[in-house]
């Protein structure tokens, strides 16, 4: 079994798959798993990069079993041959020995994404990203030298106000909270450092949207631009970067045109792409007209034996029900009948609602209590009349239902989720095998051998700077202020995935609130 | 008045001069001071970059003035027009603004100095120098990438063991803090990590002196040598490396003649040369046969006004007895008599043991106890007989002085010491200008305002791994273990230049107790 990939999805693969039963190979370029949610507070040294990572063998060390961990990029896959190929960046020492191919049985997928520029012009020349330890130590030292370098004699006011000109592309939750990071940083620690100069910083965010934080609840998302006004932070909504050179941005907007703006970072934060060794898959395995490799709803890349696919290098692509309908029918209309009765959906209900989460959630939506009442909002007189029901009338009743679907959200949590999911469906590979714990197989006979993976969802924060964060928990519950803050303390310190890491962040945490963030151009 | 630099001299000058007197600006390429002697710690992860940095802005701050820091790099000094020459190189953004001159009426030199390769072939391109914080990250991230190289597949026994090769090049006390911290790291946190390759590792010391730690007592330079033995680490004593190519050292010493071995990392500390500013600076004073700029015994570089010269980029030039061997005799002989009494001598005595400190270290490896019996010991004859002498037998007496006089060594100390000693100085100007506090001019009439320069030795240690230090404090007082490995600890945790950095080195050393030193390729 190869595992690609050391972040959210992998490793928490790697921490519940059960290596004794297999011969786990790791590949990945990064030798450590990353806490990503707390990568902005790096960015401004509120917590230290090394505070945020925990290396992969010491995570495996912890299991008791010694997996083999190779810091290498797979660079192509080949599932033909069930092989990967992979190339090590660090291998400059020994002749050719950079290259390596690994055979796999089971491929399990997660590469993560890249940043994606889309294709804008000078971005990835200009611009700094925020995904990996090194973005956040290049932008800290970015930030710290735009400071020095508006200190230098003989600029003028002008100069001085472009080097200190922030931009942050991308009114997301990464970008929103850098935003208020650096603001932070700078009004409680650089301004007494800078005192001639910190009136002259200029912070931007620049959203090509309507509104910042467009995927929390309208609370939060009001309550964020208020404070970012409050707080001097210039949101300028409806716009789109056109092109970004060493020293301007240009973006336009339907009010105003074209405009170009001297700044002095730009930080770039609008969304994951797909890798290239992804793309490049997704041609063999017939994906070539997607943008996103498309996994079942068991994480298994379709026509390809063996290989799974998680985290934010692959979608779940939810099976439709209308696509379905007449075998959903067949399964429900038991003594083949052509009409189905109340009863006979309901004893199948469970499983269509398993293997199509959609209807359950249309249930929801339209505040039904079963699905009886479904066909009876639909078609209120023929169920009335006979509770009985033909095909057409199904297939009217369902109509909407997949309308529901839900892309899931590239974040943390659900790549998390689907690792632990995977590796408990490894574990339990043989069992199932005899004993299938799925849904009834609609298109098929039997039933599924696992449950496919559903998703739950915790909440999420958007930590807005002096203290204060935003949080939306499951049941549209929103809280937002201090106290929301120290939820986010305590959430982030608890998920932790050692107890040195939490001991570092905790610390550093502490030591922020001591000392303050540290200046050193390092 | 301009500082140009911001390490242990121009720090500890910053921090002491009254800022209220003099307008002073500093110019370093680092806005921070960093606590070197910390720096091996840091290349293995005991102690992180950042605990050992403190922004020069925050040193200020704390003085309650504000003084103006520019990042920058002195890269011309033109004591003619008493004028510098900077450049930045954070400037990448404003045309043309990156360089800049600066008037001064006192300069302060503590420039520092680079690594000494002795012009070896390759080794500015193939090895690592220990100086900066910079070369701490890029050892480390080196130490690491070794190790995770020689576990990618298809290598041989023989290729991961030259991967797991690393040469320390210079027997020094950095260099065995270095190799010692390497050789902990490895055995008590890589080798549970890498449990595969851990027996393929080999530290090798190479040094061109017949022993490692020379400036150290013998019985401090045993103990190391027999320490290193039983760790398995290999000291080539006797060994002058030759050069350096991107897979091989070559060295060669009397008994092998030249051979070359294979590596996976070379660190490179083999003492300290002279900065290019510096070699520049010196042909215009008149200094250009010299190898390291030369100040009087009160930092101050002749012929050269208002110019002072501090820390490892100068030395204090003694000014010989013998030279002014005439002059002093005229001081002492205050009735022009031609001869001395051993009461006119004893009149001066004070000033010139402080003029000429030799003096008194002669006295005291004479086992003399006072001026007196020198000259009793030298020509016993004639002082018995008149008590008196005349120049020629004062010449005799004193012919051996000389050979006391003694460079101070390129340490933290004798750079902090300094600075104080000279931010001192400056403090009180106008009060010496009128009440001069200095000794006699032998050369002159009056006194010299200030006292020369005194270094006061408080000792130094030589850590040796596994929690033992080696400590050779004044007094040749001698102590190795682990109780001096408690003082070392809490030698430097109070030696740190503020509390936040003491707090992060001390929570440091707890981490790394506790969960122990982090692997992860950062």
Same mark, same amino acid.
């Given at each position: 079994?190869v595992?690609?990939?050391?972040?959210?999805?992998?490793?928490?693969?790697?921490?519940?798959?059960?290596?004794?039963?297999?011969?786990?190979?790791?590949?990945?370029?990064?030798?450590?798993?990353?806490?990503?949610?707390l990568?902005?507070?790096?960015?401004?040294?509120?917590?230290?990069?090394?505070?945020?990572?925990?290396?992969?063998?010491?995570?495996?060390?912890?299991?008791?079993?010694?997996?083999?961990?190779?810091?290498?990029?797979?660079?192509k896959?080949?599932?033909?041959?069930?092989?990967?190929?992979?190339?090590?960046?660090?291998?400059?020492n020994?002749?050719?020995?950079?290259?390596?191919?690994?055979?796999?049985?089971y491929?399990?997928?997660?590469?993560?994404?890249?940043?994606?520029?889309?294709?804008?012009?000078?971005?990835?020349?200009?611009?700094?990203?925020?995904?990996?330890?090194?973005?956040?130590?290049?932008?800290?030292?970015?930030?710290?030298?735009?400071?020095?370098?508006?200190?230098?004699?003989?600029?003028?006011?002008?100069?001085?106000?472009?080097?200190?000109h922030?931009?942050?592309?991308?009114?997301?939750?990464?970008?929103?909270?850098?935003?208020?990071?650096?603001?932070?940083?700078?009004?409680?620690?650089?301004?007494?450092?800078?005192?001639?100069?910190?009136?002259?910083?200029?912070?931007? &965010?620049? @959203?090509?949207?309507?509104? +910042?934080?467009?995927?929390? =609840? $309208?609370?939060?998302?009001?309550?964020?631009?208020? #404070?970012?006004?409050r707080?001097?932070?210039?949101?300028?909504?409806?716009?789109?970067?056109?092109?970004?050179?060493?020293?301007?941005?240009?973006?336009?907007?339907?009010?105003?045109?074209?405009?170009?703006?001297?700044?002095?970072?730009?930080?770039?934060?609008?969304?994951?792409?797909?890798?290239?060794?992804?793309?490049?898959?997704?041609?063999?395995?017939?994906?070539?007209?997607?943008?996103?490799?498309?996994?079942?709803?068991?994480?298994?890349?379709?026509?390809?034996?063996?290989?799974?696919?998680?985290?934010?290098?692959?979608?779940?692509?939810?099976?439709? &029900?209308? @696509?379905?309908?007449?075998a +959903?029918?067949?399964?429900? =209309? $038991?003594?083949?009948s052509?009409?189905?009765?109340? #009863?006979?959906?309901?004893?199948?209900?469970?499983?269509?609602?398993?293997?199509?989460?959609?209807?359950?959630?249309y249930?929801k939506?339209?505040?039904?209590?079963?699905?009886a009442?479904?066909?009876?909002?639909?078609?209120?007189?023929?169920?009335?009349?006979?509770?009985?029901?033909?095909?057409?009338?199904?297939?009217?009743?369902?109509?909407?239902?997949?309308?529901?679907?839900?892309?899931?959200?590239?974040?943390?949590?659900?790549?998390?989720?689907?690792?632990?999911?995977l590796?408990?469906?490894?574990?339990?590979?043989?069992?199932?095998?005899?004993?299938?714990?799925?849904?009834l197989?609609?298109?098929?006979?039997?039933?599924?051998?696992?449950?496919p993976?559903?998703?739950?969802?915790?909440?999420?924060?958007?930590p807005?700077?002096?203290?204060?964060?935003?949080a939306?928990?499951?049941?549209?519950?929103?809280?937002?202020?201090?106290?929301?803050?120290?939820l986010?303390?305590?959430?982030?310190?608890?998920k932790?995935?050692?107890?040195?890491?939490?001991?570092?962040?905790?610390?550093?945490?502490?030591?922020?609130?001591?000392?303050?963030?540290?200046?050193?151009?390092?």
């Amino acid at each position: 079994m190869v595992v690609l990939g050391t972040g959210w999805a992998g490793t928490s693969f790697l921490r519940n798959v059960d290596t004794s039963q297999y011969d786990v190979k790791v590949v990945s370029p990064r030798n450590y798993f990353l806490f990503t949610p707390l990568l902005p507070s790096v960015t401004c040294g509120t917590v230290e990069p090394r505070s945020i990572a925990e290396p992969i063998r010491n995570i495996m060390r912890k299991k008791g079993e010694q997996i083999q961990f190779w810091e290498a990029e797979c660079h192509k896959i080949d599932p033909v041959n069930k092989k990967i190929l992979c190339r090590s960046n660090i291998c400059t020492n020994s002749e050719g020995k950079g290259e390596f191919a690994v055979d796999y049985d089971y491929l399990v997928v997660a590469l993560g994404a890249k940043p994606n520029t889309f294709n804008t012009p000078g971005v990835v020349e200009n611009c700094h990203f925020l995904k990996e330890i090194e973005d956040t130590q290049r932008i800290r030292r970015s930030v710290m030298n735009c400071f020095e370098r508006a200190c230098l004699p003989g600029l003028s006011d002008e100069e001085k106000r472009n080097n200190l000109h922030f931009v942050i592309v991308g009114g997301g939750p990464t970008g929103v909270e850098f935003a208020a990071e650096l603001h932070d940083f700078v009004s409680e620690d650089l301004a007494n450092l800078y005192p001639t100069v910190k009136d002259l910083v200029k912070i931007s &965010v620049i @959203e090509a949207g309507v509104h +910042i934080l467009t995927m929390f =609840d $309208k609370r939060i998302t009001e309550f964020a631009e208020q #404070k970012f006004q409050r707080d001097g932070i210039d949101v300028k909504t409806n716009f789109r970067v056109i092109k970004v050179n060493d020293k301007t941005i240009t973006m336009s907007s339907g009010l105003t045109g074209e405009i170009s703006v001297p700044y002095g970072m730009v930080v770039w934060s609008t969304g994951i792409g797909t890798r290239p060794v992804i793309l490049d898959f997704m041609k063999q395995v017939g994906q070539a007209d997607r943008r996103v490799l498309a996994t079942d709803e068991w994480l298994r890349v379709p026509n390809c034996d063996g290989v799974y696919a998680l985290g934010d290098c692959a979608t779940i692509s939810q099976r439709k &029900v209308m @696509e379905d309908i007449a075998a +959903i029918f067949r399964v429900a =209309d $038991k003594d083949n009948s052509g009409t189905l009765t109340v #009863k006979g959906i309901k004893d199948v209900l469970e499983d269509i609602c398993e293997r199509y989460p959609q209807v359950e959630l249309y249930m929801k939506s339209q505040q039904l209590e079963n699905f009886a009442d479904l066909f009876k909002d639909a078609s209120d007189d023929a169920l009335k009349e006979s509770k009985k029901l033909d095909i057409e009338v199904f297939k009217k009743a369902l109509a909407n239902v997949d309308s529901q679907v839900k892309m899931l959200p590239a974040t943390a949590q659900v790549a998390a989720q689907q690792g632990n999911y995977l590796a408990k469906c490894f574990n339990k590979m043989k069992i199932c095998e005899e004993h299938p714990e799925g849904p009834l197989r609609i298109r098929g006979s039997g039933r599924h051998r696992f449950h496919p993976f559903g998703y739950r969802h915790l909440g999420q924060f958007a930590p807005l700077g002096g203290e204060q964060t935003a949080a939306q928990l499951p049941g549209d519950w929103v809280s937002i202020g201090h106290s929301s803050q120290w939820l986010w303390y305590s959430v982030y310190a608890s998920k932790q995935v050692s107890w040195r890491t939490r001991f570092l962040v905790v610390s550093d945490w502490i030591r922020r609130f001591i000392y303050g963030r540290d200046s050193s151009c390092i």
